[in-house]
Structure formats: structure tokens, C-alpha cells
């Protein structure tokens, strides 16, 4: 079993940046795809990004296309987040998950271990 710990949200005005960091313990991360899911008030939780085991191959939302990127470190067993251009549409507890597979995929159901998140907040 992995333990996923995220970190890196806060509060930035819009068009600004930030970085999230999930650490990983209990296992080596390169076993997993990992993902990215964010929940805004009173919304379903929506899929973000994704990543493959080896870090070859990664997925985003349309909405995220070109301003966010994915990418893990294996070696130091993190998954990272860099969210650029943000507005307050971004506003969300931000999740990262493990998918116990070699296929990356875009639906919650499908990912085995979760955090605990992480607050962005992306004011006007």
C-alpha cells in the first residue's frame, strides 16, 4: 500500500503559478500511474492530468492543456504539478492518486490510493 501526502497549495492571484508536490511512502512510486484530480465546492471531483510509470507518456484536460504540467520523479518518489496561468475557474482542493497499472486513465473509479489534497485558491 502507498501513502500519498500533498503539498504546495495556497492562495495566488489570478494568472499567477504554483507547484504541487504528492510525496509517496509505503512503496516506490514508479509501481504506478499517477493522477491528478481537483474538487470545487458543490462540483463532482474532475480529472486533471495523469502521468505513465516511467513519466513517457502524460494526459491532461482540455481545459488544462498548455498550462499545466505533470511530471514525477521516481528516484525521489514525487509526483509534481506545475499550474500556470491560473484563474479563478482553478479555485479547488487539488487530489493526486495511484493507479496500481500500467494504463493511465482519466476516471477517479479507476485509481486504488488517494491524498488528502491540497487548497489551491486562485483569486481575481
Known amino acids: 500500500q502507498v501513502q500519498l501526502v500533498e503539498s504546495g497549495g495556497g492562495l495566488v492571484q489570478a494568472g499567477g503559478s504554483l507547484r504541487l508536490s504528492c510525496a509517496a511512502s509505503?512503496?516506490?512510486?514508479?509501481?504506478?500511474?499517477m493522477g491528478w484530480f481537483r474538487q470545487a465546492p458543490g462540483n463532482e471531483p474532475e480529472f486533471v492530468a495523469t502521468i505513465s510509470q516511467n513519466g513517457g507518456n502524460t494526459y491532461y484536460a482540455d481545459s488544462e492543456k498548455g498550462r499545466f504540467t505533470v511530471s514525477r520523479d521516481n528516484a525521489k518518489n514525487t509526483v509534481y504539478l506545475q499550474m500556470n496561468s491560473l484563474n479563478p475557474e482553478d479555485t479547488a482542493v487539488y487530489y493526486c492518486a495511484a493507479r496500481n497499472s500500467v494504463l493511465p486513465r482519466r476516471t477517479k473509479s479507476e485509481y486504488d490510493y488517494w491524498g488528502q489534497g491540497t487548497q489551491v485558491t486562485v483569486s481575481s
Open positions: 509505503g512503496r516506490t512510486l514508479s509501481s504506478y500511474v
